[in-house]
């Protein structure tokens, strides 16, 4: 006597039907199989079936130094290579690879030098004292930046000129500015010492410019 028999099988990206044809099948699909039995009776087997595939994604993710994915595993590099395995809600392998960038903090050093003070145009802060002045900004990839102002501050030249102002005409006067170790002078008189005595014969203005080594200061008076 001959029979009919049909078989439902699910299986993941491919199944060998070892009971029936003995071939291999890739997508999901209905096969017959016929048969004669050993008393010479047709038979038919039917196959029914539901092939589900592995699926594949890719998890793109970007951090700021460091990122600690769903291997347990904290990464510290940009890589496209960690791969990890669910199963799908078919008992299927589900495959996600991560494609992750790293944006690493940046610091980096800002060397300044000015007579008296510095105003950063960063921070808007005015600074009068030599020293390292550290700011945290936010990079185009949301992380961390710091920048570090390293200013030196030389110290300005305090200068006023004395001296009697008003004279007649035809009298002397002795004009002076602080004298301070190492500072250079130059007077509109063509002087380079910081006291000069001069005999206008009309109202004059003097003006004197005083360098330190590192920043020039200037003053004028009208005699």
């Given at each position: ?138 990079s185009m990839y949301g992380c961390d930046s710091t920048v570090i102002l390293h200013v030196v501050i030389y110290e300005m030249p305090v200068i006023e000129i004395t001296g009697e102002t008003e004279i ?56």
């Amino acid at each position: 006597q001959g029979y009919y028999d049909t078989t439902r099988v699910e299986a993941c990206d491919s199944y060998t039907w070892t009971n029936g044809d003995g071939r291999t099948y890739r997508s999901s699909r209905e096969v017959t199989y016929a048969l004669t039995t050993a008393a010479g009776c047709d038979s038919i087997m039917v196959l029914d079936l539901t092939i589900n595939y592995t699926e594949t994604t890719t998890d793109v993710q970007e951090a700021c130094d460091s990122f600690t994915w769903i291997d347990g595993q904290t990464y510290t590099a940009s890589t496209n290579t960690p791969t990890w395995t669910l199963t799908s809600s078919h008992g299927c392998d589900s495959i996600v690879t991560l494609d992750l960038t790293i944006h690493n903090s940046v610091t980096t050093t800002l060397n300044e030098s000015a007579c008296g003070s510095y105003t950063w145009a960063v921070t808007g802060e005015t600074y009068t004292e030599t020293g390292d002045y550290p700011v945290t900004l936010t990079s185009m990839y949301g992380c961390d930046s710091t920048v570090i102002l390293h200013v030196v501050i030389y110290e300005m030249p305090v200068i006023e000129i004395t001296g009697e102002t008003e004279i007649e005409e035809g009298e002397s006067t002795t004009l002076s500015v602080t004298e301070g170790e190492g500072w250079n002078y130059s007077w509109t008189t063509g002087d380079r010492v910081p006291e000069i005595t001069v005999t206008p014969t009309e109202t004059t203005t003097y003006t004197v410019i005083v360098s330190n080594g590192s920043c020039i200061a200037n003053a004028s008076v009208t005699v």
